[in-house]
């Protein structure tokens, strides 16, 4: 079964750092594009940082300077390493990611969502 993982949340106070980990497993051939979002309660859910296969990345100016998204393709694993928290960071952050699989000698991608992982932020 294709599915993300993601680890790493936790409680944490104002002005720390939390490491989020995105691990695709199963069957699949690579990662494309991967990004995390989060949403707080009440809220939209949002897009905090993204990054192609290639390694470009973007940030939401919530958290350009603070955040940083990474990927490690041998491993199928993505990062999103959060420094300077703020209360204001408190959210479900979600994973999503295109994970490209082969299917009889075909390669189709689908887009799939982590199960989310709670961040806690105080003051």
């Known amino acids: 079964q294709v599915q993300l993982v993601e680890s790493g949340g936790g409680l944490v106070q104002a002005g720390g750092s939390l490491r989020l980990s995105c691990a695709a497993s199963g069957s699949i051939f690579s990662i494309n594009a991967m990004g995390w979002y989060r949403q707080a309660p009440g809220k939209e859910r949002e897009l905090v940082a993204a990054?192609?296969?290639?390694?470009?990345?973007n940030y939401a100016d919530s958290v350009k300077g603070r955040f940083t998204i990474s990927r490690d393709n041998a491993k199928n694993t993505g990062y999103l390493q959060m420094n300077s928290l703020k209360p204001s960071d408190t959210a479900v952050y979600y994973c999503n990611a295109d994970l490209k699989m082969t299917i009889s000698w075909r390669t189709e991608e689908y887009n799939y969502w982590g199960q989310g992982t709670q961040v806690t932020v105080s003051s």
């Open positions: 990054i192609s296969s290639g390694g470009s990345t």
